[in-house]
Every structure is written in structure tokens, then in C-alpha cells.
């Protein structure tokens, strides 16, 4: 067993035994936070098993998933949103949580593909993530806050 599988195996028992409690039971709230989070820790896993079996589809996959899992979140966000209003959900340690991982993960099999376009392909999921859980989160939480306008702007 290779250092890439104890790594997944541990970020998926870690990862992805709470989302499964945290999307099927409790308030509305905790399972959208869960799903958002779940996306991340599924794509991690990949991108592990990716470098584990040297199988670059596995890439692919986590690719996707880093696109279209925050877009699903932002579509619970916008169907779900009346049913949000009253108490929105607070991903902040969640979405930390989820950046610190997405950047040792990302890091870490940069450092194992080397220079080349496999490199951009993994930045660019970890940017992906990123980005995603930071708007997902904020999204759901009801938006980011308002800036003053300056410069007498008219409202």
C-alpha cells in the first residue's frame, strides 16, 4: 500500500463518514454545508487515487467534480433560499478546512507530477475548489456583505 492510498483511505474516513451523517440527518442547513464540503473531499480523493493507480483520468474526474460541485451548492442555495432566510448556515471552519486540505493535497502531487500541463491541470482544480467552497459558502450564508459605495453614488 502506498503512501497515496493510506492518504486518501485516511482523507476519506476522515472527510467523508461526517458528510454522509451531515447530509442525512439534521436541519437544512447542516445538509447543504455537508454536500458542499463532500464535493471537496470526494475530488481530494481522487486527485489521491490519481497519483496511487498513475491513472490521470482519475484527474479528469476531479476536474468535473471541482466545476460542477460548487454549481450544484449555488443551485441549493437559490432553490433552497426562502427555506435559508431564517437561519442561514455557517461554513467558515468547514470551507478553512477545506482550503487547507485542497492546498496539501494539490501541493503535494504537483510536487509528484513535476513541471508540464498535468502541473496546470492540478492548480488549476485546487483553485477551483478553492474559489468554489469560498463563493458556495458565502452563497448559502446569504451572500457576501454589502461595500459602502463611495464617491456619492447614487443608490
Sequence with gaps: MTGWLVAATALLAAGFGPVVWGVSTGPLER???AQNFGTSVVCLV???LAQAYSRPSYVDLALVLAVLGPAGTLVYARLLAEDLDDRPPHANLLTAVAAVATGAVV??????TGPGRAMVKLLLIGVLLVAGNVIASRALAGGFPA???GGGAAK
Design 31 to 33: 445538509r447543504v454545508v
Design 46 to 48: 481522487m486527485l489521491l
Design 107 to 112: 501541493v503535494a502531487a504537483c510536487v509528484a
Design 147 to 149: 461595500f459602502p459605495s
